[in-house]
């Protein structure tokens, strides 16, 4: 059963809407013991990072998250602000993230500062992904597949070899990041039309 986690944040009903068109199991949950059935996880989220991890505290479900993600290797997928989420921290605020992958949240024209960078912000629209690490996540998408984004951080990590895929937008940074059993992803799939469902579906049957 795939647990997509509701704890007011995130395009909750979209990431529904797929798995009922494919037929997956799945469930929305909004309390620990109901997240406690899920074989995978679905952590959605949009806004602040301050509030969307304000929300997430105060949901209970955290420290569920933590044993569940950490101590017992249930795989997860964050999604925008879901992913920055599994950072240390964010420029953009002063809570603690989950941790679970090494690296911060930097705002976008911050990155390369000797740039002049033009760019409006948030990053808002569709854009090409390079894949820079092969994975069953990836399974069936082109090298440069599109993805629509909605965002003005992405998730700096601290290993390289944790950036599955990047993506441009004046400077490159990660879109997929990957450690383990934990999975972010920096676009919305959910609204991505056949690749993400493409891979929401791998994320599901992998």
Same mark, same amino acid.
């Given at each position: 059963?795939?647990?997509?986690?509701d704890y007011g944040l995130g395009n909750i009903r979209a990431f529904?809407?797929?798995?009922?068109?494919?037929?997956?199991?799945?469930?929305?949950?909004?309390?620990?013991?109901?997240?406690?059935?899920?074989?995978?996880?679905?952590?959605?989220?949009?806004?602040?990072?301050?509030?969307?991890?304000?929300?997430?505290?105060?949901?209970?479900?955290?420290?569920?998250?933590?044993? @569940?993600?950490?101590?017992?290797?249930?795989?997860?997928?964050?999604?925008?602000?879901?992913?920055?989420?599994?950072?240390?921290?964010?420029?953009?605020?002063?809570?603690?993230?989950?941790?679970?992958?090494?690296?911060?949240?930097?705002?976008?024209?911050?990155?390369?500062?000797?740039?002049?960078?033009?760019?409006?912000?948030?990053?808002?629209?569709?854009?090409?992904?390079?894949?820079?690490?092969?994975?069953?996540?990836?399974?069936?998408?082109?090298?440069?597949?599109?993805?629509?984004? @909605?965002?003005?951080?992405?998730?700096?990590?601290?290993?390289?070899d944790a950036s599955l895929a990047t993506v441009k937008y004046n400077s490159k940074f990660s879109c997929?990041?990957?450690?383990?059993?934990?999975?972010?992803?920096?676009?919305?799939?959910?609204?991505?039309?056949?690749?993400?469902?493409?891979?929401?579906?791998?994320?599901?049957?992998?």
């Amino acid at each position: 059963m795939i647990a997509i986690i509701d704890y007011g944040l995130g395009n909750i009903r979209a990431f529904s809407n797929v798995y009922k068109r494919l037929s997956i199991s799945h469930c929305i949950v909004n309390t620990p013991k109901e997240l406690h059935q899920a074989d995978k996880i679905i952590l959605p989220g949009v806004g602040s990072f301050d509030y969307a991890i304000s929300l997430l505290n105060s949901s209970g479900m955290r420290e569920t998250l933590n044993t @569940l993600v950490i101590e017992k290797g249930v795989p997860v997928l964050g999604v925008c602000v879901g992913m920055q989420l599994m950072a240390f921290k964010s420029d953009e605020g002063t809570s603690k993230g989950l941790g679970w992958i090494s690296g911060k949240v930097k705002k976008i024209h911050d990155r390369g500062k000797q740039e002049s960078f033009n760019y409006p912000l948030p990053h808002m629209g569709w854009n090409n992904i390079e894949i820079e690490h092969q994975d069953s996540l990836l399974s069936g998408l082109s090298s440069r597949a599109r993805f629509y984004f @909605l965002h003005s951080y992405y998730f700096e990590c601290q290993d390289n070899d944790a950036s599955l895929a990047t993506v441009k937008y004046n400077s490159k940074f990660s879109c997929i990041v990957k450690s383990a059993n934990i999975y972010g992803v920096q676009f919305h799939p959910e609204k991505s039309h056949e690749n993400g469902i493409i891979l929401l579906k791998n994320f599901a049957l992998a």
